[in-house]
């Protein structure tokens, strides 16, 4: 995988020569009576898919995860600090009561378990399509209160989704917190009514963190050269850093707060509760006060058109 971050058009145009001759290469010495050059060419090019599709979705979590634990740690000063990510129920829309360490692993654990899904995401793919095509798995038509969906229990597809789950759970399940939240991990019911509403939930994973991602890079990038929007940024924020903070602390705190669905069986802390109050906080972004930040950044909203 070419990744052009920091990198010349003609360093990039170099690297896209070098990858076609390897490719070349390789194909004409593995050739043989069972499989042929285009074929190897292809199954390569596959693999070279994979990792384009594993950089592009995972990198923002991965991202999001560092700054979450370079700014946020739960530390003795950080609960009464502005910046404790403390949440309570009824409060500012939560449906969760967390203190700071306790919200800290929360939102740890959500993304983590993201990034496994959607690193896993082509085998889940697969599990999905052999769900919806299995005949022996019935469906029925329903109206799920987002519409009249496909109702379809998905066997291979949950399975999966739990093997996953408890393979976060133990890596991240034996603090003093334990695993924050429920378990439950809803597929074929009213919520998520079938496989391909699943694989279609956590495919906007990357399309609720890229812009972010992409706003908080920018103030880095653009921002911080501009002097009279650094001069903004300095007197309505305090600075380029807190900024980036005041984004990020608000969508830790917001995203991660059981909202978005009218009880705790449509919301709450359940396996895609979570990705149901990161949708919420989207809804909301235009009445935040960095709101500004995200247009300079050319975002025009969480379905992919945004500018870089």
């Not at 971050?5 to 004409?28: F, N, P, T, Y």
């Not at 599990?127 to 005949?135: C, G, N, P, R, Y």
């Not at 706003?215 to 921002?223: A, G």
Request: net charge positive; aromatic share 12%; charged share 25%.
């Amino acid at each position: 995988e070419i990744v052009g971050d920091g990198k010349s058009r003609s360093q990039i145009q170099r690297e896209i020569k070098h990858k076609e001759s390897a490719l070349d290469m390789i194909a004409r010495q593995y050739e043989n009576s069972k499989i042929s050059r285009e074929t190897l060419k292809q199954c390569i090019l596959s693999i070279a898919d994979n990792s384009n599709y594993l950089q592009n979705n995972c990198k923002p979590i991965d991202y999001m995860i560092k700054l979450l634990k370079s700014w946020f740690a739960p530390g003795a000063n950080m609960e009464k600090s502005k910046w404790s990510l403390a949440i309570y129920s009824d409060k500012e829309g939560s449906r969760l009561t967390h203190s700071h360490e306790r919200q800290y692993y929360y939102v740890l654990q959500s993304l983590t378990l993201w990034r496994e899904i959607i690193h896993d995401m082509f085998r889940l793919w697969y599990l999905a399509e052999q769900d919806l095509l299995d005949i022996e798995l019935r469906y029925k038509l329903k109206d799920t209160g987002q519409g009249v969906h496909r109702m379809q229990p998905a066997n291979r597809t949950s399975k999966a989704m739990h093997g996953i789950l408890y393979a976060v759970q133990q890596k991240l399940g034996h603090t003093v917190q334990g695993w924050v939240g429920s378990s439950v991990i809803h597929l074929g019911d009213t919520n998520v009514p079938n496989a391909f509403v699943f694989i279609d939930k956590y495919n906007q994973v990357p399309r609720i963190l890229n812009p972010i991602v992409n706003c908080l890079k920018h103030l880095d990038k653009f921002v911080a050269k501009d002097p009279s929007l650094l001069d903004y940024v300095k007197e309505k924020f305090g600075g380029i850093e807190e900024a980036k903070k005041t984004i990020v602390h608000s969508f830790f705190r917001g995203a991660f707060d059981g909202s978005g669905g009218e009880n705790f069986f449509e919301a709450g802390s359940c396996i895609d509760g979570r990705l149901t109050s990161a949708w919420n906080w989207c809804q909301k972004l235009p009445d935040k006060p960095f709101f500004h930040l995200f247009r300079l950044s050319g975002f025009l909203g969480f379905d992919g058109n945004f500018q870089t």
